[in-house]
């Protein structure tokens, strides 16, 4: 696998062998019904298949596990008045 810069950020240069024709010719197919080109409906394909549609935010998991577990403002004051409040040590680099 070869990577090039383009447009600020490292693209990945992949390269697939030993596509049988039936699966090349179903692909440039496809690629056709989207007015795209072979390598661009590669690009998609695995894009919709190893990416997320939409992305887990951490605050928005957090959120929906207060709601489940019913967690009230009460609740969270709770914690917070219990909390360590301690600052943490900076990291030493040897």
């Known amino acids: ?4 810069r383009y447009g600020g950020g490292i693209m990945a240069v992949l390269t697939v062998r030993n596509v049988p024709d039936e699966v ?5 197919a496809r690629a ?7 390598e661009a409906e590669v690009r998609e394909i ?3 298949a190893l ?3 939409r ?3 951490l605050g928005d998991a957090l959120a929906s596990l207060g709601r489940d ?4 403002d009460d609740d969270v004051a709770a914690l917070d008045e219990v909390r360590d409040r301690t600052p943490a040590e900076p990291l030493a680099l040897q």
């Open 1 to 4: 696998m070869l990577s090039y």
């Open 46 to 48: 695995l894009s919709a």
């Open 32 to 38: 056709s019904e989207h007015g795209r080109s072979a």
């Open 55 to 57: 992305r887990i935010l």
């Open 51 to 53: 990416v997320p549609s």
């Open 24 to 28: 090349h010719r179903a692909l440039r």
């Open 69 to 72: 577990l019913g967690l009230t």
